[in-house]
């Protein structure tokens, strides 16, 4: 008993997170609000969050590199573009390429206004966002406007999709050619608490995955290793710290942040690319519709981490496919975050923060109360779900951020010596 | 004993300044060769060229016997030269066993070699009695450890000549001893030094032999034996080396700054100061040291009003302030000279007119009825205050940022002593400037000493303090813990005290 205590004590963060997960699972097993845990609600969580993760590990690369990269938005917008245009002409793979090239090319841009001219980085960031859309649109007329279907705004629906796969055995995938039993799905078919509810996760993960997306997903831990575990990525780092210091010993700052940011610019017109491939099958104006700034949002919140923009990135996915799947389990949520909030003002309590806690006990009320006497949550608020879960969760999770030291100042060659 | 550098006839100059003039003097191999001069004498400029980031209008170098022509640092390294910033060239976030290897792999993306690195660092740093965790971030680290992290990272590029800028300003007395212990262990495996320092006791102690330098000219180089800080001051400056100017003090029996209890409100988990308990009369100055960090800036801006005080009373001359904002502070007459001039006391792109309204914008001085600016006050003192204070600048039109340090220091200096305050809190007053203007400051703070002003001297410079205050505090982990009597302290004291030893 003690050890757990102290376990409880040593990892307030982690015990809250089981806590939230727990009360998740229970409200899950409602029959209203089922699809908490569905397989469907998580296979449409993954399709979601990928184009935020995929934007936000490129923000990674440029922000540790020490460019503040604000733009995201506006290369993911190219993303979506060039790859629309080139799945729509030559097929999905040639999008998928097309897409990560008109993100670099951004990329690029903003490589060379922010180090080269040392053009204060948000105003460059903005100035790719603007620019960006104006070219999408321009490009949409010359290339679309004349055809059936497509126009100013959109483009043609894209032909041929990337096929997919499943796990053989535990997801209901071919094992040489042959058909396997779908175990996760028969399992999540029981309705046994926390045992049909993580089948239904994993079941969502396996099940009809397309390449692209398993492509994306390895990313993380190749970013990971990139960034951590090799010469590259060590100058790379070193570079956002304290680039006098690298420069003193003779890493070239301007090329590793060059790297950085047009990184970043493929990350993002490969997000954009999957938003058209893999989403929609189609360009349309507005598509990315912020996602770039919700994963640079990420990218913050995540302390500048892969795990941490996977983090974010998934909850953003899993609360944007539970406002799309279901708008009642939406409404389960009031429910979860009112025993939250209690729980929280219970530990606040006990703590002696008398204040916090009567606020928190408070809210715990309202949300409990607006829980029992209504049926759904209003549309508006549901819209809206994802961006105040993301954004609530995020800053709970990671109050100590530690961002790389000379992000967003500009350097000049030769300080270093 | 082999010569590891031979310096002959170094010319370097920049636009309006000769910083190197025909220099030429021949460093021993396996000693401890000091560099002294004042600040702007041309030592900077030396060691930049033996380091390859400048390359010499004229002379030859030779290293070991054979002449090196460097194109930048890579080449310097390459033939055994490593240099210490003053400034430590350390990324925070990287462990310590990356920022040694940082850049010797090149950038490729195979796996870097971390079980080889690491035993080899772990090795060099026993092999010269430099103690350190090789897998601690760099921002956990303390100044001497992160010094140590500096010295191992140029050895294990395999460095056997060192050059030390300035390595001592950032370091308390305790850990310059331990630095001088590594120092000389070093020299006993056969690497060669070169110190940089204007601190001539230091030289005293550390040096084999010592060369000084003057107005960009190679002035003399003596053995330690027939040295002495004297001559070496003399050599230096032409003149008698100043020192804190001595105390004739008439303080007065009224109060002129009180706290009372002072407890600052916590942040991020720490109380900054608590139970603050002081009496600063007029005509005295009242000094407090302490490593950095140790309250001394929350304590000066919650006497100004920036930071928030959970209680305790402040009283300017039985007034209650506590309560006031800073604005009513200033305009009640607390100067205040702060620690960063750059941030801080100067509108660094503005001009000297401009920036002597600074902290005196709503006076009466500057500020007319219809609340426009009186530029006629602010030209005629900012005149004033170049004159009095010696201030080296075309016009007082020009740019801050076109003055030296201590030139911009003196102008703060003389904003903030003119004036009349009734109060001057005085924060690093003297840090980063050269022997003359230090010396000028000194002056300037003892005669508005001498007038009636109260003072209250924050400073880490521990003769500063001891030549100039009338009495003496500690500060350790945000409390007053020690007071001291300024004319029987010693520097090793205060350290300790400083350090949270001696307590």
Not at chain 1, 269 to 284: D, K, Q
Not at chain 2, 50 to 71: R, S, T, V
Not at chain 2, 89 to 116: C, F, P, Q, Y
């Amino acid at each position: 008993m003690s050890n757990f205590l102290n376990f409880i004590k040593d990892n307030k963060e982690k015990t809250f997170f089981i806590f939230i997960l727990f009360w998740l699972l229970v409200i899950a097993q409602i029959e209203t609000y089922s699809q908490l845990t569905t397989s469907g609600t998580f296979a449409a969580t993954m399709r979601l969050a990928i184009p935020i993760l995929l934007a936000g590990l490129g923000g990674i690369f440029s922000e540790r590199s020490g460019v503040v990269n604000i733009g995201l938005e506006g290369m993911m917008i190219m993303g979506t573009w060039f790859g629309a245009w080139a799945a729509w002409l030559y097929g999905p793979w040639w999008g998928v390429a097309a897409g990560i090239f008109g993100g670099l090319i951004f990329g690029l841009i903003h490589a060379i206004a922010t180090v080269s001219f040392q053009v204060d980085h948000i105003v460059s960031g903005v100035a790719i966002n603007i620019l960006a859309a104006g070219t999408a649109r321009f490009f949409s007329v010359v290339a679309y406007a004349n055809e059936s279907q497509g126009g100013a705004t959109q483009s043609p629906r894209i032909s041929g999709e990337i096929s997919s796969f499943s796990l053989p055995f535990l997801s209901g995938g071919t094992f040489l050619g042959n058909e396997t039993s779908d175990l996760l799905r028969n399992l999540e078919d029981l309705n046994l608490f926390f045992i049909s509810d993580i089948s239904g996760l994993l079941g969502g993960l396996t099940r009809d995955i397309s390449y692209l997306s398993f492509i994306a997903l390895s990313l993380v831990p190749i970013c990971m290793w990139v960034l951590w575990s090799t010469p590259f990525g060590l100058q790379l780092r070193s570079v956002g710290e304290f680039p006098v210091g690298s420069e003193s010993l003779g890493i070239n700052v301007y090329l590793m942040k060059y790297i950085g940011v047009t990184l970043s610019g493929a990350f993002s017109g490969l997000a954009g690319a999957y938003l058209v491939i893999e989403s929609s099958g189609i360009y349309r104006e507005n598509q990315t519709g912020g996602r770039g700034f919700i994963a640079l949002a990420s990218v913050i919140f995540g302390n500048w981490r892969p795990t941490g923009v996977l983090m974010g990135s998934g909850l953003f996915g899993y609360a944007d496919a539970l406002q799309l799947r279901s708008e009642e389990s939406v409404h389960g949520l009031l429910l979860l975050i009112s025993i939250v909030l209690l729980a929280l003002s219970v530990y606040l309590l006990f703590n002696k923060k008398s204040r916090n806690g009567a606020i928190s006990l408070l809210m715990a009320f309202g949300f409990g109360i607006w829980f029992l006497n209504s049926t759904s949550v209003p549309n508006e608020f549901v819209y809206f779900t994802p961006h105040i879960t993301t954004l609530v969760v995020l800053s709970f999770a990671s109050q100590r951020l530690r961002m790389p030291k000379s992000v967003g100042q500009p350097y000049k060659k030769g300080e270093g010596g | 004993m082999n010569t590891a550098i031979s310096i002959e006839n170094i010319s370097k100059s920049f636009p309006g300044v000769l910083a190197n003039d025909s220099v030429s003097f021949d460093i021993t191999s396996g000693t401890i060769h000091a560099i002294v001069g004042e600040n702007g004498a041309g030592k900077s400029t030396l060691m930049k060229i033996l380091y390859g980031m400048q390359k010499p209008d004229n002379g030859i170098l030779k290293i070991n016997g054979d002449i090196a022509k460097f194109q930048s640092p890579k080449d310097a390294i390459a033939s055994g030269i490593g240099m210490v910033h003053q400034h430590f060239m350390l990324a925070d976030n990287l462990t310590v066993w990356e920022n040694i290897v940082l850049g010797i792999d090149g950038s490729n993306l195979s796996k870097i070699k971390r079980s080889k690195y690491i035993p080899e660092i772990s090795d060099l740093s026993k092999k010269y009695s430099l103690p350190i965790d090789v897998n601690l971030t760099i921002d956990d680290l303390g100044v001497g450890e992160k010094q140590r992290v500096e010295i191992l990272k140029v050895l294990y590029r395999g460095a056997n000549i060192l050059i030390l800028d300035e390595p001592t300003a950032v370091l308390v007395p305790q850990e310059v001893e331990e630095l001088f212990e590594n120092l000389k262990n070093l020299v006993s495996q056969g690497v060669t030094i070169l110190f940089i320092s204007h601190k001539l006791d230091e030289v005293m102690e550390i040096a084999d032999r010592i060369s000084v330098m003057r107005g960009g000219q190679h002035v003399g180089t003596v053995n330690k034996e027939e040295a002495s800080k004297k001559i070496l001051a003399e050599m230096m400056i032409g003149k008698d080396l100043p020192t804190p100017p001595n105390r004739e003090t008439m303080i007065s029996s009224e109060n002129c700054l009180q706290l009372k209890d002072l407890n600052g409100e916590p942040s991020l988990g720490k109380i900054p100061f608590e139970d603050i308990n002081l009496e600063i009369k007029k005509g005295e100055i009242c000094g407090i040291a302490g490593v950095e960090g140790n309250g001394q800036r929350e304590l000066s801006e919650a006497i100004l009003g920036l930071y928030p005080v959970e209680s305790g009373q402040i009283f300017l001359e039985d007034i209650e302030i506590t309560k006031l904002s800073t604005r009513e502070r200033r305009l009640t007459g607390i100067s205040f000279i702060p620690e960063d001039r750059q941030s801080q006391g100067l509108v660094v792109e503005s001009n000297l007119i401009e920036n002597i309204i600074l902290g005196k914008q709503s006076s009466n001085t500057y500020s007319s009825r219809f609340r426009n600016v009186l530029f006629k006050n602010a030209s005629k003192n900012s005149k004033d205050v170049v004159e009095n204070y010696d201030v080296k600048t075309p016009s007082v039109q020009t740019l801050a940022l076109a003055l030296s340090g201590g030139n911009q220091q003196k102008f703060v200096v003389g904003r903030e002593i003119d004036g009349k305050p009734r109060f001057l809190l005085a924060s690093q007053p003297t840090r980063g400037v050269d022997i003359g203007a230090q010396a000028l400051i000194w002056d300037k703070l003892k005669d508005a000493r001498d007038m009636g002003l109260g003072v209250l001297l924050i400073s880490a410079d521990l003769d500063e303090l001891l030549g100039l205050s009338d009495k003496l505090y500690v500060i350790y982990e945000g409390k007053l813990v020690k007071q001291l009597e300024p004319k029987e302290a010693t520097p090793e004291q205060l350290g300790s005290y400083m350090t949270g030893l001696g307590i």
